[in-house]
């Protein structure tokens, strides 16, 4: 490889990893707030800002605030993300593929993380692309054998969440609205199923809620040692089932 050509690979891999860095800030502020591609506004005060800010967030003109924390994490994130998998791509997915469903991988987990949500819309969208992953890595017999299989599984653990919430809740003579899972995460489960295929899926599922129980566990933990524990709380579970899906298809090959 030339030096010019090598300069052009770096600028586009590059510039890759920045658009998705945009695509994934973008979208995880105005889906959650307007569900719409609506015009980029500023958190704190709600005014709206240019679109060029998507690629460059700049100060709000009403407030003074200037790009978040998290904004900078996930262009940053999708730089480092880009160059990785154009040094190693993903058997499977190949390195366009692979930083296209990052990027999915990266909104969804964002969207959770801070709202506790998995929009429909991006289920459905993540559900019609992991079918089509699904059949070209597997076939559609597995692959919608994955699916189901992902779905159903987490259906079971959605209801017994909220079993064992109203239990937990009467014994302890408090209410609460909360629930070990929210129904965006059997959605979520139902993608990854259809994107890992059977029996990949069974083998999903468990990373899931062996890292899941383990951070939890960290999380409680923590909360105890530092006297701030409240009963119900609990951590988004969409980035473990991310984190089981992203370690399958693009570390164990």
Not at 55 to 73: M, Y
Not at 223 to 239: C, I, V
Request: aromatic share 14%; proline share 4%.
């Amino acid at each position: 490889m030339n030096y010019n050509t090598g300069m052009l690979s770096l600028l586009w891999v590059t510039g890759l990893g920045w658009i998705s860095g945009v695509v994934v800030n973008y979208l995880a502020d105005a889906l959650p707030r307007t569900r719409t591609f609506s015009q980029p506004a500023c958190e704190n005060c709600g005014e709206q800002k240019s679109w060029i800010t998507i690629f460059w967030p700049d100060r709000c003109d009403q407030c003074g605030r200037g790009g978040t924390a998290r904004t900078w994490i996930v262009f940053s994130t999708g730089l480092i993300v880009s160059h990785i998998l154009w040094q190693y791509p993903p058997d499977r997915l190949g390195y366009y593929i692979g930083m296209l469903w990052m990027t999915y991988f990266g909104l969804v987990a964002v969207i959770d993380i801070e709202h506790r949500l998995i929009l429909h819309p991006i289920s459905l969208v993540g559900g019609a692309m992991a079918l089509i992953q699904g059949m070209i890595l597997h076939g559609w017999e597995r692959t919608l054998k994955g699916g189901a299989l992902g779905f159903l599984i987490m259906l079971a653990f959605y209801f017994f969440g909220i079993w064992f919430v109203r239990i937990l809740s009467r014994h302890r003579g408090e209410e609460s609205d909360e629930v070990g899972l929210g129904f965006g995460d059997v959605n979520l489960a139902g993608v990854i199923g259809l994107l890992l295929g059977w029996p990949g899926v069974l083998a999903g599922l468990v990373i899931a809620i062996l890292l899941g129980g383990a951070a939890s566990g960290l999380y409680m933990l923590g909360k105890l040692l530092g006297k701030r524990y409240t009963p119900f709380d609990s951590l988004p579970y969409g980035p473990f089932l991310l984190l089981s899906v992203i370690y399958l298809l693009y570390i164990a090959g």
